[in-house]
């Protein structure tokens, strides 16, 4: 052994307790090096890493030295045999430790050698007299510390630390032979670092026992959730029914819940090896049930639902097992399958709190008496929550919605949940438990049976009594096929058909296959009244009837016959459908008209995760997908096929006027019509009367005209912000970072210097950077400028390519990341359009901002809009092409309507705003029939030779 590192009569000077926290601390040091090296065999190192942590405890507790009582070391408790067991092991170790270090003399074999040395050491002198040896404490501190510097020369420095911390506090506090001496009292290993010779440290997750009720009480939201889980619970068991009995007093820190179920259930190695471990991963490994069904859950959580709910759990499950071998007649051997019922009499979730590690908290777990049958069933009592009636409706409700309307599969095995609230009465809780299970306030009389009296939870019906009806299938590249119905005209189903490419480049995933069935309701009073009398509730009031369908309305998410909460609550809106039809109530259809059903696959194969608090689904990519999905079905088919059927039924008015109708109205001949009605001597002033008044009007409707044209243009000026701000930023950071650089090089500029000379190289580089800019934001500038919302002046000759060219440059960022071919295409050159540059510029940047669209949301291969410009007769002819999908034929004389929109978020503004800005220079914009894609015409008047204003300016005079 290498020579002492420090005299033998400085470690008398310790306190005994103290001289075994030291020798345990050396250990401690070296441990991490030693503790994860796999090549040592794994029994020697769990012997010495005992041994070390025996001494910490050890000198922790204190006291006399000669105490035979037993030492509790994490849950158990280690007596005289144990300690003389783990002295023979270390003397192993060491002797196998010294022998290999002879042999290979390499610098791991010293850690080994010097980590199992210390161990032995502080385990000696932690419990020296209970082994009934003679051990000198001096003398085994002596030898930890010159086998802690041993192994790495580096530690000394820390070891003298931790002596002299010891003795510090030793003297400060006055310390004697049976003061406890905790661990904590060195602080850190290492305050500057660990050498950095030294591997990586290996850390692992040491779980607390109070996770468990964290998971309890804050994954799982509330006790209907709770509740929920442990019904899930039973389904993955391949059980045909759950029921839940609450037994009262259902008050907090009474009562009792019961929840039973005749699956598969138990056996005692199932309970110790898949249902005590928390987050196992054998649903997750094994998808399907026993019996084949999918399973529900996989985050290994379920069970901890009834920590949620109540302090104590007791486990009763019997399920098949097999007994040892038996002798069959032919005298081979086959396992007999036998009940084995399973009891843990009590687990109390609180013991949680009261034990600091996970592995701490046992519980003691039985075989019992077994019945008949197999099943599992768990009593929960000591409730944490109060269950009045309010909360008990709730869960009936969720319990409800629960169940896919739709029904379960034909080769699923049929599963059914009970709700038995018969001991709730006015004696035991102040109301009827049998009226919140049973009651038909608001059921169809066809759902109410004889079953219900038993308790079970029906799902809510689907109601057929629905305005429109949508029901279809997206398969996996997001192509939807189905039928609407429009119910409410009598009319027979229509085939319709869409498809959604998937945008990766919006971080969207596939999501597989997605069912959809949607019921769609007017919200009209006679058609509220008409849609509760044939849902078969009778004649009802208004009041009443609007509150039914509030309680459908929602768009659930379903998952193996089973909702995932909350889609589908009254009050959660996830498609964002009453956002929508803020922007365009005319349009869009809201939250409470709609009742759907969206039926998704497994996990795996959607990639919709369901969060582990149950509480909806990860926002990932295939989220956002299946959203986009249901948003474009409802947008780009339901939408507008109801807003036409409801304009020609005459349930909803069109509004199409535009300022050029209003004047012509203005100006019709009705007046003469009443002046000739009125005597002669007074027409000639009624006929000026009128002529004042309409002049007037006239006047009026030209200044909000003006006002219109001006909000107009900033509207259109709102929707390219986005490409404005992207565009400018370029030049503009480019002119901030070279001021800045000129500002800093200008005092040193001119000086005769080195530093000097290069800076003034970098010069005409940066002026023509500066120049390029600043050309850059005149030209984006001047793009603006006829969108500015500026007063508008007279009408005045322009070049309409011009125009058309800034409006492009506009969306030259965008045209180039869809790898747009766009071309503008001139008949001859020359020409010049009579009227306001900002009408056509207001007009082409909303065609074009639609016409990107587009081609972008059906991911069009090769994307091109050609602009083509050509005189006929008197007019300037303007036709905007693209060869996207364009515009559905039974849409066509619609798009131009204030609030048609197709997209998911449009407010239906563009094409009104577009036409209107043409109507203002006397032009007009159509919609063309197109063999391909969307091609829309505006038309201006040209300005002939010599010409002037005349034609404007003569129309406003007509």
């Known amino acids: 052994m290498p020579n002492p590192l420090l005299e033998r009569d400085r470690f008398a000077k310790l306190p005994h307790w103290a001289t075994v926290a030291f020798v345990a601390r050396c250990g401690r040091r070296l441990l991490?090096?030693?503790?994860?090296?796999?090549?040592?065999?794994?029994?020697?190192?769990?012997?010495?890493?005992?041994?070390i942590r025996l001494a910490e405890k050890r000198a922790a507790l204190g006291g006399a030295v000669d105490s035979h009582d037993a030492l509790e070391f994490e849950g158990e408790f280690i007596?005289?045999?144990?300690?003389?067991?783990?002295?023979?092991?270390?003397?192993?170790?060491?002797?196998?430790?010294?022998?290999?270090?002879?042999?290979?003399?390499?610098?791991?074999?010293?850690?080994?050698?010097?980590?199992?040395?210390?161990?032995?050491?502080?385990?000696?002198?932690?419990?020296?007299?209970?082994?009934?040896?003679?051990?000198?404490?001096?003398?085994?501190?002596?030898?930890?510390?010159?086998?802690?510097?041993?192994?790495?020369?580096?530690?000394?420095?820390?070891?003298?630390?931790?002596?002299?911390?010891?003795?510090?506090?030793?003297?400060?506090?006055?310390?004697?032979?049976?003061?406890?001496?905790?661990?904590?009292?060195f602080g850190d290993l290492w305050p500057e670092g660990r050498p950095v010779t030294w591997p990586p440290l290996l850390l692992s997750f040491r779980p607390r026992a109070r996770i468990i009720r964290t998971i309890g009480d804050r994954l799982i939201s509330g006790p209907e959730a709770a509740v929920i889980e442990l019904i899930k619970n039973s389904h993955d068991a391949d059980a045909s029914f759950a029921r839940v009995t609450f037994i009262p007093p259902l008050k907090r820190d009474v009562g009792l819940i019961i929840v039973e179920d005749d699956g598969h259930g138990m056996t005692l190695s199932d309970v110790e090896q898949k249902w005590m471990e928390p987050a196992t991963s054998d649903k997750r490994d094994r998808p399907l049930s026993p019996g084949g069904r999918r399973l529900l859950g996989s985050k290994g959580i379920g069970r901890f639902a009834a920590a949620r709910l109540g302090r104590y759990l007791e486990l009763v499950s019997t399920a098949f097992t097999k007994t040892t071998e038996d002798k069959a007649a032919n005298g081979s051997s086959s396992g007999v399958p036998q009940l084995q019922t399973t009891r843990i009499p009590q687990i109390d979730w609180n013991a949680f709190e009261e034990f600091k590690y996970l592995e701490d908290v046992k519980f003691a777990a039985e075989l019992a008496p077994s019945g008949n049958a197999t099943g599992t069933l768990i009593r929960i009592s000591s409730l944490r929550d109060d269950w009045p009636e309010a909360r008990l409706r709730r869960l009936y409700e969720e319990l409800r919605r629960l169940i896919s309307p739709l029904?379960?599969?034909?080769?699923?095995?049929?599963?059914?949940?009970?709700?038995?609230?018969?001991?709730?009465?006015?004696?035991?809780?102040?109301?009827?438990?049998?009226?919140?299970?049973?009651?038909?306030?608001?059921?169809?009389?066809?759902?109410?049976?004889?079953?219900?009296?038993?308790?079970?939870?029906?799902?809510?019906?689907?109601?057929?009594?629905?305005?429109?009806?949508?029901?279809g299938i997206f398969d996996e590249t997001g192509t939807f096929r189905g039928e609407l119905t429009?119910?409410?005209?009598?009319?027979?189903?229509?085939?319709?058909?869409?498809?959604?490419?998937?945008?990766?480049?919006?971080?969207?995933?596939?999501?597989?296959?997605?069912?959809?069935?949607?019921?769609?309701?007017?919200?009209?009073?006679?058609?509220?009244?008409?849609?509760?009398?044939?849902?078969?509730?009778?004649?009802?009031?208004?009041?009443?009837?609007?509150?039914?369908?509030?309680?459908?309305?929602?768009?659930?998410?379903?998952?193996?016959?089973?909702?995932?909460?909350?889609?589908?609550?009254?009050?959660?809106?996830?498609?964002?459908?009453?956002?929508?039809?803020?922007?365009?109530?005319?349009?869009?259809?809201?939250?409470?008209?709609?009742?759907?059903?969206?039926?998704?696959?497994?996990?795996?194969?959607?990639?919709?995760?369901?969060?582990?608090?149950?509480?909806?689904?990860?926002?990932?990519?295939?989220?956002?997908?299946?959203?986009?999905?249901?948003s474009s079905l409802l947008s780009e088919v339901v939408e507008p096929r109801r807003r036409q059927?409801?304009?020609?039924?005459?349930?909803?008015?069109?509004?199409?006027?535009?300022?050029?109708?209003?004047?012509?109205?203005?100006?019709?001949?009705?007046?003469?019509?009443?002046?000739?009605?009125?005597?002669?001597?007074?027409?000639?002033?009624?006929?000026?009367?009128?002529?004042?008044?309409?002049?007037?009007?006239?006047?009026?409707?030209?200044?909000?005209?003006?006002?219109?044209?001006?909000?107009?243009?900033?509207?259109?000026?709102?929707?390219?912000?986005?490409?404005?701000?992207?565009?400018?930023?370029?030049?503009?950071?480019?002119?901030?970072?070279?001021t800045t650089r000129l500002i800093r090089w200008w005092p040193h500029l001119t000086e005769h210097s080195p530093r000097a000379e290069e800076d003034r190289v970098e010069v005409p580089r940066i002026l023509n950077g500066m120049d390029s800019s600043s050309q850059k934001l005149r030209l984006l500038f001047d793009a603006l400028a006829p969108l500015s919302g500026a007063r508008r002046g007279k009408p005045k000759p322009y070049d309409p390519v011009a125009v058309i060219a800034q409006t492009q440059?506009?969306?030259?960022?965008?045209?180039?990341?869809?790898?747009?071919?766009?071309?503008?295409?001139?008949?001859?050159?020359?020409?010049?359009?009579?009227?306001?540059?900002?009408?056509?510029a207001t007009a082409t940047t909303n065609l074009l901002d639609n016409a990107l669209y587009w081609l972008e949301h059906h991911n069009i291969a090769k994307p091109a809009i050609t602009v083509s410009i050509r005189i006929d007769s008197e007019q300037c002819l303007i036709d905007i092409v693209d060869n996207g999908l364009g515009v559905p034929a039974e849409f066509a004389d619609q798009v131009f309507d204030v609030g048609f929109t197709l997209k998911p978020n449009g407010t239906g503004l563009g094409l009104s705003i577009?036409?209107?800005?043409?109507?203002?220079?006397?032009?007009?914009?159509?919609?063309?029939?197109?063999?391909?894609?969307?091609?829309?015409?505006?038309?201006?008047?040209?300005?002939?030779?010599?010409?002037?204003?005349?034609?404007?300016?003569?129309?406003?005079?007509?």
């Open 79 to 185: 007596d005289n045999y144990d300690l003389d067991s783990l002295a023979a092991t270390l003397h192993g170790c060491v002797e196998a430790a010294s022998n290999t270090h002879a042999d290979v003399g390499i610098a791991e074999s010293e850690i080994i050698l010097a980590v199992s040395a210390i161990a032995q050491s502080a385990f000696i002198a932690a419990f020296a007299d209970a082994l009934t040896l003679d051990a000198n404490l001096p003398t085994l501190a002596e030898q930890a510390t010159v086998w802690a510097v041993f192994s790495d020369a580096t530690v000394k420095t820390q070891v003298m630390r931790d002596y002299d911390t010891l003795c510090r506090r030793a003297a400060d506090e006055a310390w004697h032979d049976e003061t406890p001496v905790r661990v904590e009292i």
């Open 407 to 471: 029904g379960q599969g034909e080769n699923t095995k049929p599963f059914r949940i009970f709700l038995d609230l018969s001991q709730c009465t006015e004696e035991t809780c102040g109301f009827e438990g049998s009226a919140i299970v049973n009651t038909s306030s608001r059921l169809p009389e066809s759902e109410i049976t004889a079953e219900r009296e038993a308790h079970e939870v029906l799902p809510f019906p689907i109601l057929d009594a629905c305005d429109y009806a949508v029901e």
């Open 809 to 840: 440059y506009l969306f030259r960022s965008r045209i180039e990341k869809l790898g747009v071919n766009f071309t503008i295409l001139q008949e001859s050159s020359g020409r010049t359009v009579l009227g306001f540059p900002d009408d056509l």
């Open 486 to 630: 429009i119910r409410r005209a009598g009319l027979e189903p229509e085939q319709v058909q869409l498809t959604k490419p998937l945008r990766s480049d919006e971080g969207e995933e596939p999501c597989g296959i997605v069912l959809v069935r949607l019921h769609i309701f007017d919200r009209e009073a006679d058609a509220v009244r008409h849609t509760a009398e044939k849902a078969g509730f009778g004649t009802i009031g208004l009041r009443e009837a609007r509150k039914l369908l509030d309680s459908i309305s929602g768009v659930a998410i379903y998952r193996e016959s089973f909702r995932i909460r909350p889609y589908g609550d009254g009050e959660n809106d996830w498609l964002t459908l009453d956002a929508k039809r803020v922007q365009n109530p005319t349009m869009k259809i809201g939250r409470n008209q709609i009742a759907g059903t969206i039926v998704v696959e497994d996990e795996n194969t959607s990639n919709l995760i369901e969060r582990s608090s149950r509480e909806g689904l990860e926002e990932n990519g295939a989220f956002w997908r299946l959203q986009s999905l249901v």
């Open 645 to 738: 059927f409801r304009i020609s039924a005459g349930l909803e008015e069109r509004n199409e006027t535009s300022f050029q109708e209003i004047y012509r109205r203005v100006r019709l001949g009705w007046s003469k019509l009443l002046v000739a009605k009125i005597p002669e001597p007074d027409r000639a002033e009624a006929e000026a009367l009128v002529a004042r008044e309409t002049d007037r009007l006239t006047a009026y409707l030209k200044r909000l005209e003006e006002r219109q044209a001006q909000l107009e243009a900033q509207v259109t000026l709102g929707l390219i912000v986005g490409e404005v701000m992207h565009q400018g930023n370029t030049p503009l950071s480019f002119l901030e970072t070279e």
């Open 32 to 51: 991490p090096l030693y503790e994860n090296d796999t090549a040592e065999p794994r029994e020697r190192r769990a012997a010495v890493v005992q041994a």
């Open 914 to 958: 577009a036409k209107e800005a043409a109507m203002r220079s006397l032009g007009d914009l159509q919609l063309l029939s197109s063999a391909i894609g969307a091609a829309f015409r505006i038309s201006l008047p040209y300005q002939k030779p010599n010409s002037g204003e005349a034609s404007i300016q003569n129309e406003d005079k007509e």
